[in-house]
């Protein structure tokens, strides 16, 4: 993310059977909305992370 200049990502990882970490996709949003409990702060700190100065 710090090469490409991204403050946000969703990244997705496969973890193979030796404990080996496989990037699959780098996603602009996450699917995180159908956890109840972090339907609050997820989207404030994203708010707060993409804020301009």
Known sequence: MEVFGLHYAALDFLVGKGGEWHLIDVNPNGQW???PELRPPVPRALADLL???
């Open 51 to 53: 804020r301009l100065p």
């Open 33 to 35: 909305a159908f956890v």
